[in-house]
């Protein structure tokens, strides 16, 4: 990987990533969090893992008894002591069938194992995607799209080595470990403590390096979590960006954040790579006293050269899962730099909760009050100031105001997006504390102004508005609303695949869509917010005929500038800094010449001048 050095980055452009949400995590290294890693383990426990074990047992018991083989009955007993060459060809054969046992056990041990490590993966995927679509929206205001791709796609992935190969392998290490370490012990108990003196050194270093390595990769986690942020922001504003030429400086800002990613992996895996130069470095130091002192052992008859061969044999097996060990140890330092983010989202809990208890909401009227709402989105600024309100069943109801009102805040509220910090909101008399979210958002519908539309055909995006919905279902809400025009002209029709975002329609046709998926939906709630603002004319006069079938019969909110789109309202509430200033039907505010009058006037006015 090549970089222009030479290139200096502007550090105004860094500046945009400065205040990132994402942070270091300074938790300690605790064999808790690696328990609720494990617990993912128990569903597959009785079969894949068991199954993982026993061949685990196989292996390590085959190659226990194969040195022994080797050293004590082939060299020393078949041809030192003996010169028995039958008892040696059956030892040969002995010991060729172990080694096919151990191949085979090997073969099944690591299809189980990878089988169990990409089903745990998938489950830890699974759960932290449901728990993050359940989360309040204040967690996705105050996160980018790119910091939570990482968690879900990036951190579970390092952990896919861990649960593969580690937790078998560690199992299959320790379990060698501890059955060489007896059987060197009875073999040659001096020349075992001679060989371990090396040890206690190793372990000092690798404590010292733990930390360091530890937080290494948890700071390459945060960097890889900020390119991929900018990689998302940079596809998704790609036409802003090439509108007002600003590809140089926005390149100019990747490397800069490409760089810091690539510091902070070298700077991480040059720690990690420590560990296997100790481990060999211990291995030659204790393959050194092997030699000298059990060649003094041989020379005064305290060792057979036989146990020797099989001494040496097993210590070659001591240092292998020492050293395997160690590499884990890295892996497992990975594994918990991620685990830490993934389980920071975990255990993020949703600031609009259910209630065990919860009211489940069926045929509602639709009538809606405030009463008394105070509301705050940072803790600092009011952005509902004690207003109260009531909406009828049936009643359309137009919010207005400047930018900043509280418009859109009702309508999150009416939704239970948040709940209010102060006050009540009730549907039907129940608070919506007290009432289940499904339930609640199953009778409403949000029309946004930019509306969004999946990757998929025409007829799946206006069917997520009721995924139970007929063919014939969809087809006729989209008629209704009169999105069969465009519809029908497209070269596949209802089947034609949209791009991410609805790309290859026009804005006007995806509010359409926006509609048809609401109409589908059936609910008795229903908030257009700014629905229409992005709408040309010709389009519009069509959406004002679709809105008289959509709001029927239906508590419609109605959050709008234009004059076509609220003059028609049962009530308008009019709202500045939080407070409801006025109230009435269009020819009453009109005739009062108040707030409501000078928007009207002001709308008029910008027309006129266009």
């Known amino acids: 990987m090549k970089m222009d050095k030479t290139k200096k980055v502007n550090p105004l452009v860094l500046e945009r990533f400065r205040y990132s949400s994402e942070q270091l995590i300074e938790k300690p290294f605790n064999w808790k969090q690696m328990g609720r890693l494990i617990e993912y383990l128990k569903p597959y426990s009785k079969n894949l893992l068991l199954k993982s074990i026993i061949t685990v047992l196989i292996t390590t018991i085959v190659r226990l008894i194969i040195p022994i083989m080797i050293g004590v009955y082939a060299l020393e007993k078949a041809i030192e002591e003996n010169r028995d060459f039958s008892m040696l060809m059956w030892l040969v054969f002995a010991i060729a069938v172990l080694y096919l046992i151990s191949y085979v056990a090997n073969i099944y041990r690591i299809k189980w194992s990878n089988e169990l490590g990409q089903n745990v993966v998938y489950d830890l995927r699974k759960h932290i995607f449901t728990h993050v679509q359940n989360l309040s929206h204040n967690f996705f205001d105050q996160r980018s799209a790119g910091s939570i791709l990482v968690r879900i796609m990036n951190d579970t992935n390092s952990l896919q080595d861990l649960f593969t190969n580690g937790v078998i392998n560690i199992f299959m290490d320790i379990l060698m470990l501890f059955g060489v370490i007896i059987i060197l012990f009875t073999l040659s108990p001096q020349l075992m403590l001679a060989v371990l003196i090396i040890l206690p050194l190793m372990f000092l270093i690798s404590t010292k390096l733990r930390r360091n390595i530890r937080r290494s990769w948890q700071f390459m986690r945060l960097k890889q979590s900020k390119l991929n942020s900018h990689l998302n922001e940079s596809i998704q504003g790609i036409r802003v960006t090439q509108s007002f030429t600003q590809e140089k400086e926005n390149m100019a800002f990747f490397n800069g954040v490409n760089e810091e990613n690539y510091e902070a992996w070298r700077n991480a895996s040059k720690k990690s790579a420590y560990f296997r130069p100790l481990i060999e470095l211990t291995n030659a130091i204790g393959s050194a006293v092997l030699i000298w002192y059990g060649a003094h052992l041989i020379q005064t008859d305290s060792l057979s050269f036989g146990k020797f061969v099989a001494f040496a044999f097993y210590l070659g097996m001591f240092w292998e899962p020492i050293s395997r060990i160690g590499q884990l140890y890295n892996q497992l330092l990975m594994a918990m730099s991620s685990s830490e983010r993934i389980f920071e989202y975990l255990d993020e809990r949703p600031i609009v909760d259910e209630k065990q208890e919860a009211i489940e909401l069926h045929d509602i009227e639709g009538r809606i009050e405030f009463k008394d709402v105070e509301f705050s989105y940072d803790d600092k600024r009011q952005a509902l100031k004690g207003i109260s309100l009531e909406m009828k069943p049936g009643q359309t109801i137009a919010l207005v105001g400047h930018t900043g009102s509280g418009k859109s805040t009702i309508a999150n509220l009416i939704s239970r997006f948040y709940d209010p910090t ?54 006729a809400a989209a008629t209704a609303i009169g999105a069969n025009k465009f519809i029908e002209k497209l070269p596949m ?12 329609l026009s804005v006007g046709e995806r509010q359409l869509l926006s509609f048809a998926r609401a109409l589908l939906a059936d609910p008795r709630i229903i908030i257009l917010d700014e629905a229409t603002a992005s709408i040309d004319t010709e389009t519009e006069v069509q959406i004002q005929k679709a809105l008289k079938l959509l709001l029927e019969g239906r508590t419609s909110i109605i959050i709008a500038h234009r004059l076509s789109t609220i003059r028609e ?32 006037e002001a709308q008029f006015k910008v027309m006129r001048a266009i």
């Open 569 to 600: 309202a049962d009530k308008i509430f009019v709202l500045e800094q939080g407070n409801i200033i006025e109230e009435g039907n269009h020819d009453e505010l009109m005739l009062h010449k108040g707030e409501y009058y000078r928007l009207i």
């Open 493 to 504: 029709g209802y089947d034609t695949e949209v791009e991410e975002r609805g790309n290859i």
């Open 422 to 475: 102060a006050g009540a909101v009730l549907v039907d008399g129940h608070d919506l504390r007290d009432v289940s979210l499904s339930s609640l958002r199953h009778q409403i519908s949000v029309v946004l102004q930019d509306t969004f539309i999946f990757s998929g055909t025409i007829m799946e995006n206006i069917r997520f508005g009721r995924p139970t919905a007929t063919n014939e279902e969809v087809i």
